[in-house]
């Protein structure tokens, strides 16, 4: 069965940078895309970025396109999600998930399988 684990998140000031991991094990061939997801409080979970282990190919959200970006170490089986200048309103639990592929448009949870625990994001000051 597939495990996905985040890491990374913490507190970082408006404007600062953070990097998540996202590490999987127990694979499967069926699921080749890995997407991150974030949930504010009393808001839902809406998807941020998504990006296929084989091929590369990424899709982000309007809302951190030019400031986020996905990339993937398939050696160590790893995908990041690197978050440059940060805003308040980024604050959430960030989650990773597996699905078939990373497709073009919305980046809809329901088609996500598996997912992490989250990590925590708080930009502050």
Do not use: H
Request: charged content about 15%; hydrophobic content about 35%.
């Amino acid at each position: 069965q597939l495990q996905l684990a985040e890491s990374g998140g913490g507190l970082v000031q408006p404007g600062g940078p953070l990097r998540l991991p996202c590490a999987a094990s127990g694979f499967t061939l069926d699921y080749n895309a890995i997407g991150w997801f974030r949930q504010a409080p009393g808001k839902s979970r809406e998807g941020v970025s998504c990006i296929n282990m084989s091929g590369g190919r990424t899709n982000y959200a309007d809302f951190v396109k030019g400031r986020f970006t996905s990339s993937r170490d398939n050696a160590k089986n790893t995908v990041y999600l690197q978050m440059n200048s940060l805003k308040p309103e980024d604050t959430a639990i960030y989650y990773c998930a597996a699905a078939i592929r990373c497709f073009a448009g919305t980046i809809n949870r329901n088609e996500y399988i598996y997912w992490g625990q989250g990590t925590q994001v708080t930009v502050s000051s």
